[in-house]
């Protein structure tokens, strides 16, 4: 069970429509415009939506597991999303469990984490910060050639 979600069986609604807003937005300026969108755009642009969502937060933890581990800092597990488990498995020796709503995700360390020194933990922290404007940073270098 997530700590961001009441339990296993609640899911936060914009768990499922964040992925898909921004291509609704997209849509709806498309049609102000004159252009029509068909019925059958936005499931496919939903299910866009939840894999850029899982990408960027497993982008995101990566990065605090990459750095937890160089700079020594225990990793205890790794979940990305929330709401039901749809699958887990073992990364070296951390537990890692993929679950079905994209919205979110956390490392978890284990004891001893507040005995590091400062300038760990702030490495650690923005770790996954720092990932996403890299990707960010590449894919617009790659869509403005």
Known sequence: MSRY???????DAGAFFAPVAPFLIIAIIQEANGHSVSLMEIPILWVIGMLISFTLIIVHEGAHWFVGRLLGI??????????RRLFSFTF??????????????????????????????????????????????????????
Do not use: D, K, M, Q
């Not at 979600?5 to 899911?11: A, D, E, T």
């Not at 225990?74 to 709401?83: L, M, P």
């Not at 537990?95 to 590091?116: D, E, K, L, M």
């Open 74 to 83: 225990e990793i205890a597990n790794v979940e990305i999303g929330h709401w």
């Open 92 to 145: 070296g020796r951390v537990p890692v469990t993929i679950r079905a709503a994209p919205s979110s995700g956390f490392v978890t360390v284990a004891r001893g984490f507040y005995s590091t020194a400062t300038w760990r933990l702030a490495l650690f922290i923005v770790a996954g910060v720092l990932a996403e404007i890299f990707i960010v940073a590449l894919v617009l270098s790659r869509g403005l050639r």
């Open 5 to 11: 979600s009441g339990g296993p069986n609640v899911v």
